[in-house]
């Protein structure tokens, strides 16, 4: 009892002191937290006098330990000039003492390279570091520039007819179109460029619309140019540029482009610790183009830009029935899907529909590329054939003329005896569901002309007696290596068997012995009998021994009787296996007798261990 | 009963011959609409064919072309796909294929604003289609007992020159079974796959359940790919990588 209270005591005393530990452990992580919250920001500048027309620098530093990372709200420095920013931020993890959790100190320096243009004091509004809900301070900085007045410079967007953007502090999009009185036709370069001075992941969320225009998109995936930087209104800016379309207006009129939209999620990374997910969305301006009609008595399909044609036949003789290839390329900048080419009607000529391929290239921006038409030309009688130039109207935006292009003539010679035109009627096409302006570069088939009209049948593998047929291979090996361990198993026991010595084998080898009257074999076999009767009693082998040792032996199992007639016996053995007289068969079989009666008494004696 | 005899034997050789003629009829119709750029038309006829039973890749080569032309190209992936199935060496199925995908990525990019890829098929996937099916089958069995026979031979074989030559096949063989039996393993689908497909539909939404009136966990976008594990009703239930698994109409999925 006295012993269970002082168990009772011990156990209370560690509880105790392990509710202790825990406390003071939760005080000095809950005093490192409390501490861990202060966030400083200071702002300072690299002199105290700067000079108009000279560069000076300004740096703002953020210490936090703990808490998640915030923003840095950089403070408006107008008029002065940021002419270049520096960004860092440190983060570094000490552990406190006591093996207390980690503390993360995170410092953030920003370096401005500021210019004044004109002399006078300017003060600074605070730096503003923003902690989710919690907003830290830097106190303001009053600047005192001295010199005299210099020109002002830097690059800022202009504000021209073809130009608009929001200006933000943190993030603009702009919008420029090249021109904005175009042909009905004409290219228009469209670009939005996103203007951003804080990190974050852009998400497009409205792309800017297009309804009268057709589209072609200048930017692919491994066309995006590099950001530039750019200083607007003071500040620097990564300028991004997210989209470049070339835009053909398919109306005259009033038409617009319409405004796009991002996101940039600044969320800082540690928001996965919790915290308030930060959105800025920004909006692009809408653009009004005044698209302009072509001249009166444009034909429909005409191009505007600059186009040369290429006409080709693939031969100059053909049989008649047999069909030629004539080729006409449109090659130049413009619209080149507009393009149509109608085929002369010419007699003993039958035009097939053509095939049209196209290839849109975009050199420079400006879109254009070529257009080829080719048909199958079918002479129905023989002669020889010219068609005639085939034209396209084209007006050129800068001259603003409407001209005809053609190509050359081209001749071939026709022979063989008349074929009937048995041409189908063509129907109308139809009408894709909703044609997209990529699918021109790009062409399926060519079509397969025959099928052998395969019907479908189960796989083999997944056939019933596939399984099975598969098993059947390790089956095999397992059954040959089975069989020649069990072949060689056998012969090995076959072996070890016949090696095994055996008194009734020896018996029986003296009863063979004994009809075939063979002395010698005999004795040798009754001897061989006994040694085997005395060497499984007696746990040794005894072939070897004198016969003294081997009557000793058997002394001392207590049968002296046993011992003096086994080796007796063992000596008449060997005494007749060379002497003539113990070759009757009646004293043979007398011997054996003998034998047999001794090796029933060996038997009966206690059965020693056996010896190696 | 010898005259019935005939006359069945007659219908029955006739009906045969009829049916013949109406596949390459219909075939034949297929190629006409393509050819006059009736694509939608086409792609019905041979619908029609696949519909009767026809499993052949140069039906599904052309039915790729009709889809694409009609812009469906989550369908025409699926046609594609079948033919390279059946004959992985098909050129003009392999180059409509990355077409298909290309004009996907495309119009995702148009839509989402940005740069977007079709996802291609798993490894094990395109190495099943490596080989034409009887090939990986036949492969299999041929290279399993090829092996099994030189380790046999090798149970009893005791010339030296003839065990090392039943060794070097035996390994040989082992190798090849290898790689039919990852082809096999490809093809076949293992590990409880149903079938790999690809969603046709411009979306297709991933519910819990299979029930249209079940909460929506994902998306998907025509020419995705996934793995249909099972069907239950008029839905199949899928998976695919970074998505959870759902189950999503069967319209909205074709099989290949």
């Known amino acids: ?612 | 009963m010898t005259r019935l005899l005939t006359i069945l034997l007659a219908l029955l050789v006739g009906a045969s011959s009829a049916s013949a003629d109406s596949l390459d009829e219909r075939f034949d119709r297929a190629l006409r609409a393509l050819d006059a750029q009736h694509p939608a038309e086409a792609a019905r006829e041979l619908h029609r064919l696949v519909g009767l039973g026809i499993d052949d890749p140069d039906v599904y080569v052309n039915l790729g072309i009709a889809e694409a032309e009609s812009y469906r190209y989550g369908e025409a992936m699926v046609a594609f796909e079948r033919a390279l199935s059946l004959r992985p060496s098909d050129d003009v199925a392999r180059a409509g294929l990355d077409n298909a995908e290309t004009m996907l990525a495309r119009r995702r990019a148009d839509e989402s604003g940005g740069t977007a890829t079709v996802e291609g098929p798993r490894t094990l996937a395109s190495f099943g289609r490596a080989f034409p099916e009887p090939v990986a089958s036949f492969g299999t069995l041929g290279a399993a007992y090829a092996a099994a026979l030189a380790l046999a031979a090798l149970a009893f074989v005791r010339r030296e020159s003839l065990r090392l030559a039943l060794g070097t096949t035996a390994v040989v063989a082992a190798l090849l079974l290898g790689t039919f039996g990852v082809a096999l393993a490809g093809r076949a689908r293992y590990g409880g796959l149903l079938a790999p497909g690809i969603v046709v539909t411009d979306e297709a939404e991933v519910r819990t359940a299979p029930d249209a009136r079940a909460p929506r966990v994902a998306t998907f976008r025509e020419g995705e790919r996934l793995d249909v594990l099972s069907r239950h009703g008029a839905f199949y239930r899928v998976a695919t990588h970074g998505r959870p698994r759902g189950f999503v109409a069967r319209r909205a999925i074709g099989t290949y």
């Open chain 1, 1 to 612: 009892m006295h012993e269970g209270s002082k168990i009772v005591a011990g156990r209370l005393h560690r509880f105790a002191l392990a509710v202790a530990t825990l406390v003071a452990a939760g005080t000095i992580g809950a005093s490192a937290s409390a501490q861990g919250d202060e966030v400083r920001v200071v702002m300072v500048a690299s002199t105290d006098s700067p000079v108009a027309g000279e560069e000076f620098q300004v740096q703002v530093e953020v210490r936090q330990t703990a808490g998640q990372p915030g923003l840095l709200q950089e403070p408006s420095f107008a008029p002065l000039r940021i002419t270049g920013t520096t960004g860092v931020r440190h983060m570094q993890s000490f552990q406190q003492v006591f093996g207390q959790a980690p503390v993360i100190e995170i410092r953030t320096v920003v370096g401005y390279t500021i210019l004044a243009d004109q002399p006078g004091v300017f003060t600074i509004p605070p730096a503003i570091y923003r902690m989710g809900r919690r907003s830290i301070s830097s106190e303001p900085l009053v600047l005192k520039v001295g010199g005299t007045a210099v020109a002002p410079s830097g690059a800022v967007p202009s504000a021209t007819a073809t130009t608009a953007g929001n200006f933000d502090n943190y993030a603009f999009l702009r919008a420029t179109v090249d021109r904005t009185d175009p042909y009905v036709g004409q290219q228009v370069t469209y670009t939005l460029y996103l203007y951003k001075r804080v990190d974050g992941h852009v998400d497009m969320q409205r792309q800017p619309s297009t309804d009268d225009f057709w589209v072609q998109d200048l930017l692919g995936p491994h066309r995006q140019p590099p950001p530039e930087l750019q200083v607007v209104q003071g500040q620097r800016f990564e300028v991004h540029v997210i989209r470049r379309l070339a835009l053909f207006p398919t109306r005259a009129g009033s038409l617009e482009i319409g405004s796009a939209a991002i996101d940039i999620d600044t969320t800082s990374g540690f928001a996965i610790f919790g915290g308030n997910r930060e959105l800025l969305t920004r909006e692009s301006p809408v653009i009004r183009i005044d698209a302009r009609p072509l001249p009166a008595g444009a034909p429909s399909g005409t191009i505007v830009g600059h186009v040369v044609l290429d006409a080709r036949l693939d031969r100059n003789s053909a049989q008649t029935g047999r069909a030629l290839a004539l080729t006409v390329v449109v090659r130049g900048d413009g619209l080149l899907r507009d393009a149509s080419i109608t085929p002369p009607i010419i007699d003993g000529l039958r035009f097939e529909a053509p095939a049209v391929q196209d290839r849109v290239d975009t050199p420079n921006d400006l879109v254009g590329g070529e257009r080829s038409f080719t048909w199958q030309v079918i002479p129905l009688r023989a002669g020889t054939f010219t068609i005639p130039p085939l034209g396209l109207s084209v007006f050129d935006p800068r001259t603003a003329r409407l001209e005809s292009m053609t190509s050359q003539a081209l001749t071939f010679t026709a022979t063989g005896a008349a074929v009937v035109d048995d041409a189908p009627v063509a129907d109308e096409p139809d009408e894709p569901e909703d044609e997209p302006a990529e699918a021109d570069n790009i062409r399926f088939g060519p079509a397969a002309r025959h099928a052998e009209m395969r019907r479908r049948v189960a796989p083999f593998h997944a056939r019933a007696w596939f399984p099975f047929a598969l098993l059947g291979a390790p089956l095999l090996a397992v059954l040959a290596w089975t069989l020649r361990f069990t072949r060689a198993g056998l012969a090995a026991m076959r072996e070890r068997l016949a090696a095994r010595p055996s008194p009734k084998r020896h018996r029986r080898d003296a009863k063979r012995a004994l009809s075939a009257s063979d002395p010698a074999a005999f004795y040798a076999a009754v001897a061989a009998l006994l040694h085997q009767a005395l060497g499984d009693a007696l746990g040794e082998r005894t072939i070897g021994m004198t016969h003294s040792t081997l009557r000793e032996l058997l002394q001392l199992r207590g049968d002296d009787d046993l011992a003096g007639r086994v080796v007796d016996e063992l000596d008449a053995a060997d005494f007749a296996r060379f002497s003539s007289s113990g070759a009757s068969t009646d004293e043979m079989q007398r011997t054996l007798d003998r034998a047999d009666a001794l090796v029933a008494r060996i038997s009966s004696l206690p059965r020693a261990e056996a010896k190696p």
